[in-house]
């Protein structure tokens, strides 16, 4: 298949390249490498495969539509994976004109070539913060989602609407995947595993909002891209998926595994909840087992005790 990965330099799109190249695919890279984080650590993530002859890297933003128009009339795809937003929950409220605009304009942009160039596959990265305070768990994909608690939140429903939409006018099969918390080898430096494992290690304060009784169901690497390949191959008509571990944690006690597996003791800076925050995240799976066979197989610990050994060794290496 020839397949375009957007935001493929980031931590879900780099390592679904691999996979993708590995199995025999072509991947067209789309991404923009803006500073939300730095852009170094992206290209790092993409350096081993700039070489490959089955891998194109195309510098740009999902906004550009001339650009658009140049890679799609340049390349005949079977398949569009869109990972490329701008995330987070916080950054979210106090950017919201932007996340509207690259989350659901560059969303609807993508799907307009899709339906322009006659692309019959779309996967879209939607999230589990769709759910918002949802108070039924575990969180399934029939629950009623139209309370979103942050703009990045609303942006992702909005991007699953604008997916039926094109599935229902120009049949287009659709696959949203609402993801839970991804984690592993070259996760964002912005996301709480990666940043408390860096803070412990460093000393340094470790800031946790609310009591830390929190829970969040955290999701290895390898398990999420086993989901995002198979609903590229059965990705049929209009559908949404959890991909979850389907375990949750509490954030105080997520905290004390790290210190267990970095020998040392965090100092816990105690915060005020935070605007936008979730009590839990949740995921029922069974859907995704089903159709997609998904089988998780990394659990919390073994996929901690991983990303603290990566966490080390880049440690070391730079």
């Known amino acids: 298949m020839r397949i375009l990965l957007t935001g493929g330099a980031g931590f879900i799109g780099s390592h679904l390249a691999e996979k993708l190249l ?31 002859p089955a891998y194109t890297l195309v510098e740009g933003d999902i906004l550009d539509e001339k650009l658009l128009t140049d890679v799609f009339e340049a ?11 701008r995330a987070g929950v916080r950054p979210s409220i106090q950017q ?25 596959k779309f996967i879209f990265a939607s999230s589990s913060s769709v759910y918002g305070a949802n108070k039924k768990v575990p969180f399934s994909e029939t629950d009623f989602v139209d309370n979103p608690v942050s703009p990045y939140a ?15 006018l120009y049949d287009i099969s659709c696959s949203c995947l609402r993801f839970f918390t991804v984690y592993g080898p070259r996760q964002r430096p912005d996301m709480a595993i990666h940043k408390f494992t860096r803070l412990i290690d460093a000393g340094e304060p470790v800031p946790m909002f609310g009591d830390g009784s929190s829970r969040r ?22 559908e949404i998926y959890n991909l979850g571990e389907s375990q949750t944690i509490a954030l105080r006690d997520l905290i004390s595994k790290l210190e267990t597996l970095l020998g040392k003791k965090a100092r816990i800076q105690k915060l005020p909840p935070q605007p936008g925050d979730v009590p839990i995240t949740y995921a029922d799976i069974s859907k995704a087992r089903e159709k997609l066979g998904y089988n998780p197989q990394f659990p919390l ?18």
């Open 217 to 238: 169901d955290y999701t290895y690497i390898d398990d999420v891209l086993q989901g995002v390949i198979q609903s590229i191959d059965r990705c049929e008509g209009y």
């Open 22 to 52: 590995e199995r025999g695919d072509q991947v067209v890279c789309l991404d923009n490498f803006n500073d939300y984080y730095d852009p170094a650590v992206k290209r790092r993530n993409i350096a081993g495969m700039l070489e490959h």
């Open 154 to 168: 609303a942006t992702k429903k909005a991007g699953e609407l604008i997916c039926y939409t094109y599935h229902h």
């Open 96 to 120: 919201p004109l932007l996340y509207e605009q690259v989350n659901v304009r560059g969303t609807q942009l993508l799907l307009e070539q899709a339906r322009a160039h006659e692309v019959p």
């Open 301 to 318: 610990d073994e996929g901690l005790e991983r990303f603290v050994r990566w966490f080390k060794e880049e440690k070391k290496a730079n």
């Open 75 to 85: 390349n005949t795809f079977d398949a569009i994976v869109h990972l490329a937003a």
